[in-house]
């Protein structure tokens, strides 16, 4: 996601439904540096850490795709690799003391915390865990071993007793490494796979042919990761509605067990940005006449909507109760890429898109005494409002909505006594059900689900979207 034109909350919603995909909020742009620098120890004093999760961030990719502005870089010079580790191992070491020192404080019990379980050291338990980036598979089947082992023997997880989730690409997705990640325990397999037509791979900047494709996925089954995850993109150019259907069965064949279906977004300082010179009424029509396509096919091939990009086959197992979502805190984020979240605060490294800062801000990050890593450097404090705001807007993305009791329990009002004009022009548009008076959930109707992109900017506070317009572009 990237700072783009909003309307200004109590304005018209744009008419547009691309206006950007929210997947956490705040976004980083809205991240600043923090001058007081606080204790991690501080920080988790006073955040509950029995269920925490985990996140490893790995910035490295074999390619860079024409639309992708995730904090990543082309291939790794010899030797950087091992020095991310290394340096992933010092963090690791530094994060994990300031966690068992404030579970200490908070216990008084000389670091024995009051509930164990899997993955539970010193009162601290992680329930999920994910490897993401970049692209963790560009590391080679010794260097996936020695992340696994800092996740497992620094950070305190249990691998194999909670879900793992893991990203790769078709290149990456070699037997050496699957054997890895499958014998340390994971359970989701997210392969971005875009296309099955060779020709709109190459229109998105994403050279692959479908028959190493097919070859990754067959070799992702042979693993047997319980859940194979495909990702797919709609609004590439030069598709139509029989090239998608194409790959959307294509994709079928291996009956993943989830589906993500991507529109594409052309962003600042990508391989794709192209299309800024404003409003394109046509393409927007395409993706949005493409992802119904793509809904109907799914719904009607037995997967259920989780949102407007998630579909999960009826019968596929469970991921644990967040599955991957971030509108819960209590995240541990390791990797200058990554994000941590508390209750009072956001924070992360500096973020950036092009490839001469990215580097920088890697170098920078291997270089690092173990030192550094025990306080916080940029980010957002979370505010009461923004707290809200988080929920709702994360609550409601999901196919399932908000439960209106839990959302009254957390914030001691129902979510319209906090946002009944935004609530009240989502109504006017029909993007939000009607269930009845007195209704348990909030839930937006399927054409409320199809303008997502277009619902979670709208309820951005006026503070973060001031923060993300002013973030300089680098």
Known sequence: ???????????????????????????????????DRPA??????????????LYLHVPFCEVRCGFCNLFTRIGAPDGLT?????????????????????????????????????????????????????????????????????????????????????????????ADRLAVL????????????????????????????????????????????????????????????????????????????????????VRPLTGLDRRRGGPDPAWDAQRLRLYRVGRDHLLAHGYTQQSMRMFRRADAPPQGADDYACQTDGMI?????????????HYSF????GMHEIRGIIDDYVSRPAADFARAEHGRRMTADEARRRHLLQSLLQAEGLDADDYRARFGAGPADHFGPELDRFAERGWLADD????????????????????????????????????ERK
């Not at 500096?350 to 898109?353: G, I, K, P, R």
């Open 350 to 353: 500096d973020y950036a898109v």
């Open 82 to 174: 091992t020095a991310y580790l290394d340096a992933l191992d010092r963090q690791a070491t530094a994060v994990r003391e300031a966690l068992e020192s404030s579970a200490d404080s908070a216990d008084g019990q000389d670091g024995v915390g009051s509930k164990g379980g899997a993955g539970a050291r010193g009162g601290v338990r992680f329930a999920t865990a994910a490897f993401g980036g970049g692209t963790p598979t560009f590391l080679t089947a010794a260097e996936l071993t020695r992340l696994c082992d800092i996740a497992e023997h620094r950070m305190g997880a249990d691998l194999r007793s909670v879900p793992l989730s893991v990203e790769a690409s078709p290149a990456t997705a070699t």
């Open 40 to 53: 991690l120890r501080t920080l988790w004093a006073d955040e509950p850490k029995d269920a925490l999760s």
């Open 333 to 345: 984020g390791l990797g200058c890429g990554a994000r941590s979240y508390t209750a009072g605060l």
């Open 1 to 35: 996601m990237t700072a783009t034109a909003t309307a200004t909350p109590g304005t018209a919603i744009p008419a547009s439904p691309y206006q950007s995909y929210v997947y956490a909020y705040p976004h980083k742009t809205a991240y600043r540096p923090l001058p």
């Open 436 to 471: 009845g008076p007195g209704s348990p959930r909030l839930r937006l109707t399927p054409e409320g689900l199809a303008h997502s992109d277009a619902i979670g900017p709208e309820l951005f506070s006026p503070a973060v979207r001031a923060a993300m317009a002013a973030y």
């Open 182 to 265: 499958a014998e340390r325990g994971a359970t989701r397999l997210s392969l971005g796979v875009q296309s099955f037509v060779d020709s709109e791979a190459r229109a998105a900047v994403r050279p692959q042919r479908r028959a190493d494709v097919e070859a990754a996925l067959a070799r992702v089954r042979e693993a047997r990761v319980p859940v194979l995850n495909i990702d797919l993109i709609y609004g590439i150019d030069g598709q139509t509605d029989a090239t998608w259907l194409h790959s959307l069965d294509a994709a079928l064949a291996w009956r993943p067990e989830e589906l993500y279906l991507y529109p594409l977004y």
